[in-house]
């Protein structure tokens, strides 16, 4: 080629080492110099490089991916959200954090790829995240006793709650959420450490016990601690009495197994009657099933994708219940639905509403809300 | 999705699987396969989303995580036809696009880099080091789109041209063209030709 290419050849030939034209432009003082602009702009800005992420702020970006559900079974419900904003993305992640239904009453689980023996009291609410190597179970409400069994290098074990997180190296332990909140832990053996809602670490010894500062009332975190055990498999005889039975079901009121038949539907990704069950639930229940019934009436309508009548729950459920436990939760849900309904002058009101709600992760996503907001123009 | 290897459950050691068997079983529900994925390809995301998008260091990390919230459901089309790491630079485009979208934000943050500050100690040539990237990360960040992902794909994260055309869905010409374009917009920019 004699005549000098154009730009664009010079970019080809400057990226494809077998180009014609680079014969030309590598003798060519007008070329040469075009070839170590490129030269220099490709130095100078790989050189530009973000500022390092921290530690902690990697691992809880990681901790959320790991506690979602499996994007298969979601993904329906999220369109609109992701083509919104990053910052929207929140409001999804929300209402699946705090939708995840409740593992079986007083039975033990075991599975495939996990180190992690549950054994839920009662009726506690929990789900099996993600299998090793960072095994994590969610507790959303009531106690689990969990038997880890020694872990191999690089393997993990937590228990998150929405504020908090128990992490073992081979132990077995109590662990108690009221509302999505960590209000207690108790080790048998083994070591724990507990991350509490402002982030910091308590390392827990064998018979020692972890309460939050603030705990508004005494929680009974379970039976006293059996000998500690030097072999943590199989489970020992002396821990398994003390797993309470799982409530006996004559005793249970109409709204009681409204309720149970809501989470039921609810595990079983079956929305509609889900919302319908909790629906009864919240008429007939006595107070605090009432409360909880309203609250995961308005969740299952939103994941069931019925984002006005799940606006309308959401209302109701602060009307009736102010002073809830969930109230920022709802609140910040809320503020979601109306944002993407570009009800932003609602949305702000509810985002505001839980800015100061005792868990980071509410607040975080209240105040993303409000960024929103302000970053629509509004 | 034919052609994306079903696996039901990461046995073992997710950390010692392909990146082609962790995107497969993202696109099953292995919460463990992307939380080896993220282990292993935050950095590069990261540092991708920052020259992409220009953020700041909190929107960054969202933009992360929307990524790699993002990938189970990518997953699923995935064809195995790129590199892993190219195809999580597609899925973090199209999160960092809808988040730069505002011409606002950009002249915003065009704004803000050309406020420099000194730090204790700098000597003259480490200020005048730093103005000048800080220039040049605004250029960019005030790019078009088109320009701007050609850009960032090819001449920084040194992405072959075939394969950021088979990427954006556009022609290989149609790359070096924007290349050419874009390094004209940056070159007027900066008062001249860099450097």
Known sequence: MNRCPSGIELERAYWTPSDAARVHALACARCTAELAEIQSLIAAGRAIEPSPQSADRREEIRTTLLVRRPAAKVERRLPRWWQLAPVAAAAAAAILWFAWPRGESGTQEVAEGRRGTVMAHGDAHYMLMSPQPDEIVRLVDGTLTVQVQPLARGERFRVVTADGEVEVVGTAFDVTAEADRLVAVRVIHGVVRVRDAGGQLHVLEAGQAWRPAATREPVLIGPPAPEPVVDPQPVPRQMQKQIDPPPAAPGRSDGQRAFDDGWNALRAERFDEAASAFARAAQNGPGRVAEDAGYWQAVALARAGHSAKAARAFDSFLAAWPSSTRAGEASAMLGWILFDARDYQGAARRFRAAVKDPAARVRKSAADGLNAIRQAGR | ?195
């Open chain 2, 1 to 195: 999705m034919s052609r994306v290897i079903p696996i039901r459950r990461v046995g073992g050691d997710a950390s010692e699987m392909s990146d082609e068997s962790l995107v497969a079983a993202c696109a099953t529900g292995e919460n463990a396969a992307l939380g080896a994925l993220y282990d292993r390809h935050v950095d590069a995301v990261r540092r991708f989303l920052a020259r992409m998008s220009g953020t700041d260091d909190r929107d960054l990390d969202d933009l992360v995580q929307a990524t790699f919230e993002t990938v189970p459901r990518a997953a699923r089309r995935f064809g195995g036809d790129s590199q892993v790491r190219t195809w999580l630079f597609g899925v973090a485009n199209n999160v960092a696009r809808h988040h730069v979208r505002s011409e606002v934000r950009r002249k915003r943050l065009a704004s803000a880099f050309a406020e420099e500050r000194r730090e204790a100690g700098d000597t003259g040539a480490e200020v005048m080091e730093r103005e000048r990237a800080q220039r040049l990360q605004a250029a960019i960040a005030a790019l078009p789109d088109k320009l701007r992902e050609a850009f960032v794909l090819v001449y920084l994260e040194g992405i072959a041209g075939g394969e950021v055309a088979k990427l954006l869905g556009v022609r290989e010409g149609t790359i070096w063209k924007r290349l050419f374009q874009a390094r004209a917009r940056l070159r007027e920019s900066l008062g001249g030709v860099y450097p």
